[in-house]
């Protein structure tokens, strides 16, 4: 019998997952909410500062660049839902049957997934900085306010995205894990913002440590000079980064051992 | 052709399928029938390697599914209806499938048109119907011009026209010598499809035979008998070597004597004849024989539960 010669490469593995991301009202849903945050809390918090009585010496405590970064905040709990989304999403539904039918090596829907997602998060995050940064410009320029260009605003404005992907990814690896969006973005959530604020109220060094190594701080060292940052204190921008790192690759490299093992 | 050698699942306790062995061949439609939870989906998740074997191989032409390079050209399978995104577009849910393996746009719109979906291929999976969804899956499983098809309970959900077009599409893609392999709980609808069935029950193999040998190996051989003289005729026949039972109204059910012989034995005894009647045993019959201990839940006589 002859048949049409079909053949299966990553390419087309990662073609794939983008067609899946893509053709999902959902992810746009997230990707307009990401940029939307991003630039409004610029523009709002630019529009604040500038409002203060002297904004010169509030920019002390609150700088232009803490300003047009402010929406990583809320920012990280929407790409945390991105991040989950990709794989519990198919769980939820039953199309990750389907995907590991057509891809019964299974490792490379989940790093095609690592690919589409990070892009994806990374040119969100850029887009909503950068409509966020114009919009501020005129607003902050008025008030005699400017971003400085310096390391910190650097590492800020680059930061910002590289942290959004890693948080998006760590939460696609525990999402991977736990095959569930509710337990995912919990479990997310606690580690990002519920757990660091807790433990904080804890006088303990140990405790300490530990929350120095929480994805919030150590983004917070990397980023410098953001509302997450805290100069001076906890981890250097290196070692905050590769805390990062290693928070967005555990739970994926776990969850591509123990993927190729389960009944899907 | 698929190659199932001593394959076996357990869930915790449970054993779902119970080292099974069977080889289905190409060229010819082979259903697979057992009753609900007999371990008929279980399988055919092991073969496509969705589900771990606990031991046991099960090896589709020549190697494990997963071992194959471009695997949807090897095996085409339906597995469940709702193995499907709800927010996504049929089409979409073909193009993302056929993205992995580089088949182009036009192949997608060809099995969309050959499901009959065409003209529902951009609404959204999530509001089709459960026979719409079947054949979603349908064209999910012919994607990839498969050499082998497995199709896990084809008819569900679909109206009468829609069972009448699997089963011809299933003889076609037989008649084309692919590898043919559906499953259902009703073997009156394997019946009409297969030519060859594997019957499951509790997890192992009941039979492995063509269809017309499954009837003819489980038929009982019960002969009718209706008779004035039964009193007469019943004990004759036990010492002639039957098993007779005697439901007190002229009847007998005669079991290990054919009706020749029964003719015989009620001449010797002028015994008078009113009915002489070899029951036939059908396809269905053979199937609930077979299975009859194999049934994991069974009902209660409806009598009998209003009784109390």
Redesign the interface.
């Known amino acids: 019998m002859t048949s049409p010669y079909y053949w299966q490469t990553f390419g087309g593995v990662l073609r794939s997952e983008w067609v899946k991301l893509r053709t999902l009202r959902s992810t746009w849903w997230v990707v307009g909410s990401t940029v939307l945050v991003i630039a409004g809390m610029a523009l709002a918090s630019s529009l604040s500062l500038v409002n203060d009585p002297d904004p010169v010496a509030a920019a002390d405590y609150f700088s232009p660049t803490m300003a047009v970064t402010s929406g990583v905040g809320f920012a990280q709990l929407v790409v945390i839902v991105l991040g989950a989304l990709a794989i519990t999403g198919e769980y939820a539904t039953g199309m990750i049957r389907s995907s590991f039918a057509a891809t019964p090596a299974r490792t490379p829907v989940l790093v095609a997934k690592v690919v589409v997602v990070g892009a994806l998060v990374l040119t969100t995050t850029a887009l909503g900085l950068a409509i966020g940064w114009a919009a501020s410009w005129p607003v902050l320029d008025g008030a005699g306010l400017r971003l400085e260009a310096v390391g910190s605003t650097w590492q800020a404005m680059l930061g910002v995205p590289v942290y959004l992907v890693l948080v998006a990814l760590t939460s696609l690896g525990v999402g991977a894990l736990l095959r569930h969006t509710a337990g995912a973005i919990f479990a997310m959530v606690a580690v990002v913002l519920v757990l660091p604020s807790v433990l904080s109220l804890v006088d303990s060094a140990w405790v300490g440590a530990i929350v120095d190594h929480m994805p919030v701080s150590a983004g917070g060292a990397f980023m410098a000079e953001t509302v997450l940052s805290t100069p001076g204190a906890g981890p250097s921008a290196w070692a905050g980064f590769v805390t990062m790192v290693v928070w967005a690759v555990v739970p994926l490299v776990a969850a591509g051992v123990v993927l190729r093992r389960r009944d899907a | 052709m698929i190659v199932v050698q001593g394959l076996t699942k357990r869930y915790g306790p449970r054993t779902a399928v119970d080292g099974i062995s069977f080889t289905v061949r190409p060229g010819q439609v082979t259903g697979f029938v057992g009753p609900n939870g007999a371990g008929k989906s279980t399988t055919m998740?092991m073969i496509?390697?969705?589900?771990?074997p606990t031991s046991g191989t099960a090896k589709v032409n020549g190697r494990a599914?997963?071992q194959?390079?471009?695997?949807?050209?090897q095996v085409g399978?339906l597995?469940?209806a709702?193995?499907?995104?709800?927010?996504?577009?049929a089409r979409?849910?073909l193009?993302?499938?056929?993205?992995?393996?580089?088949?182009p746009a036009r192949?997608v719109d060809e099995v969309l048109e050959m499901t009959g979906l065409t003209s529902v291929a951009r609404k959204r999976a999530g509001r089709f119907s459960l026979g719409m969804g079947q054949r979603l899956g349908i064209a999910?499983a012919l994607l990839?011009?498969?050499?082998t098809v497995i199709l896990d309970e084809p008819v569900n959900g679909l109206d009468p026209e829609g069972v009448l077009w699997v089963r011809n599409l299933a003889r076609h893609l037989a008649g084309?010598?692919?590898t043919v392999f559906l499953s259902s709980h009703l073997m009156s609808e394997v019946a009409l499809t297969a030519d060859h069935v594997v019957v499951i029950g509790a997890g192992r193999i009941l039979a492995d035979a063509p269809v017309a040998d499954v009837v003819a190996g489980a038929s009982r051989g019960l002969v009718e008998v209706r008779t004035p003289d039964a009193v007469r005729l019943a004990p004759a026949l036990v010492a002639a070597g039957a098993q007779v039972s005697d439901d007190g109204t002229g009847l007998l059910a005669v079991t290990g004597l054919d009706a020749p012989a029964i003719g015989a034995v009620a001449a010797r005894e002028r015994a008078v004849l009113h009915a002489l009647t070899p029951q036939v045993s059908t396809l269905e019959e053979a199937y609930l024989a077979l299975t009859a201990d194999a049934v994991e839940y069974r009902t209660t006589p409806v009598l009998e539960g209003a009784a109390r």
């Open positions: 998740r496509m390697g969705l589900d771990r599914y997963a194959h390079t471009s695997p949807l050209t399978a597995l469940e709702k193995a499907i995104h709800p927010g996504r577009t979409d849910h193009r993302a499938l056929a993205a992995t393996h580089h088949v192949r999910t990839g011009d498969p050499r084309e010598g692919r």
